[in-house]
């Protein structure tokens, strides 16, 4: 355990220290609990992110954490329980049209992958949650949302193992979350985590809000 504790300190301070990308915006932002037994993803932070220090500080957060009320865990507990991880921890900068962020290089994700990989070995959690397509991507094959969405996913073999359950990403920007359909496959995305032993032994079994 003393080892293990040592080996994710020394991961802490080379992620907080990492400065590969020349095109990002650091300091990279970490939502990292050690011991954690669920691992969020999601594709990179905002600038609010960089000056809050949280994943999923601001609007898409609200969405999101909203989801994760529905079933009965609120921010402050999912925060202080799960690690939240991101395909780039750092903010990749504004779009020429400053309409959106940029979406991370295949170069940056695969600079960054290390990390989340050492996080993985780690922590060995038994469930795992990517939220948003770049980040589903790291855990599954390309697929639409629609094929994945409200589905659990088992990969690796013994301890390694884990089920990876998507999540689209909360965007006020996306059209696809506001479908009924997708609404839908949401709250059957939510009630598998919910039922899922790595979630219950994290956080109990939880009646969803009144």
Not at 163 to 168: A, E, G, W
Not at 176 to 205: C, D
């Amino acid at each position: 355990m003393a080892n293990q504790s040592a080996a994710w300190q020394e991961h802490i301070e080379r992620l907080r220290a990492c400065r590969l990308c020349s095109d990002v915006f650091p300091p990279p932002v970490l939502g990292a609990v050690p011991g954690a037994r669920v691992y969020l993803m999601g594709q990179a932070p905002g600038p609010k992110e960089v000056k809050l220090g949280r994943p999923f500080a601001y609007t898409a957060g609200k969405t999101l954490f909203r989801w994760f009320a529905s079933i009965g865990v609120n921010e402050e507990e999912f925060r202080a329980r799960v690690t939240m991880a991101a395909v780039i921890r750092c903010f990749p900068g504004k779009l020429p049209n400053k309409q959106g962020d940029r979406k991370p290089s295949r170069a940056e994700a695969e600079r960054c992958r290390p990390h989340y990989l050492t996080e993985l070995e780690l922590l060995r959690p038994g469930l795992v949650l990517p939220v948003g397509k770049m980040a589903i991507e790291q855990f599954l094959p390309p697929a639409t949302l629609d094929e994945i969405i409200g589905r659990s996913f088992r990969r690796g073999d013994g301890p390694r193992s884990h089920d990876v359950i998507p999540l689209p990403h909360p965007s006020g920007l996306s059209r696809w979350i506001q479908s009924p359909e997708s609404k839908e496959m949401i709250g059957q995305a939510l009630a598998l985590i919910a039922r899922h032993p790595a979630w219950v032994e994290t956080f109990g079994r939880r009646a969803p809000p009144a």
